[in-house]
């Protein structure tokens, strides 16, 4: 049996960190290949088109290829609820995917909603750390006020949505014990 996993949550929440750890559990599991890593593929849609009106281009399409691998282990780092939460942010606007939703649940999609704790000094250490990895986010960058208010967004749409949801909170990285919660949940 395939994988499908979609890991959302607000920017710093620590997907990246936590899918290359499944990322690594899958591929080695699943992989069978010695020229190829086919054991899992990762989809990072976290690309600048969310809350833009590419958005649901990206998504209807990227929807599409994991119909065509469904028989795949598949990752996705932010999809369909990101785009809502985008929207909503930076447009006041409400995006409907409740197609999609229907679309995903049909290949038997699942939702691991990362959260940080929501502690500023916590926040700020992910600010610097991010800083460090990637300069350029410092155009982008907010108050840690802004990043709860939209992990709180989040929360209100992972509520809504008919797909599995394993909620994960996030306070110290890495945390190999968050890792083995998500192996457990998804068998």
């Known amino acids: 049996m395939s994988h499908h996993l979609i890991f959302e949550g607000a920017e710093l929440a620590g997907k990246s960190w936590l899918m290359s750890q499944i990322y690594n559990y899958l591929e080695d599991k699943f992989g069978d290949s010695n020229n190829i890593l086919n054991g899992c593929h990762w989809f990072n849609a976290d690309v600048g088109i ?26 996705v780092e932010k999809f ?4 809502i939460v985008y929207n909503k942010i930076y447009n006041q606007k409400i995006i409907d995917y409740l197609d999609i939703e ?12 990362i959260k940080f704790f929501e502690d500023k000094k916590l926040i700020q250490k992910r600010i610097e750390d991010r800083l460090n990895l990637y300069p350029h986010y410092k155009k982008i960058l907010k108050s840690p006020e802004w990043y709860i208010k939209q992990q709180h967004l989040y929360e209100e749409e992972i509520k809504k949505t008919n797909l599995p949801v394993l909620n994960i909170e996030t306070n110290i990285l890495p945390d190999d014990s968050l890792v083995q919660k998500i192996i457990d949940w998804i068998g």
Request: hydrophobic residues 40%; without cysteine.
């Open 80 to 83: 369909y609820i990101s785009d």
């Open 50 to 75: 969310y809350g833009t009106p590419y958005g649901k281009t990206l998504v209807k399409n990227y929807l599409n290829i994991f119909k065509e691998i469904k028989e795949k282990n598949i990752i």
């Open 102 to 113: 229907k679309n995903l649940k049909l290949i038997d999609f699942k939702i691991i909603f």
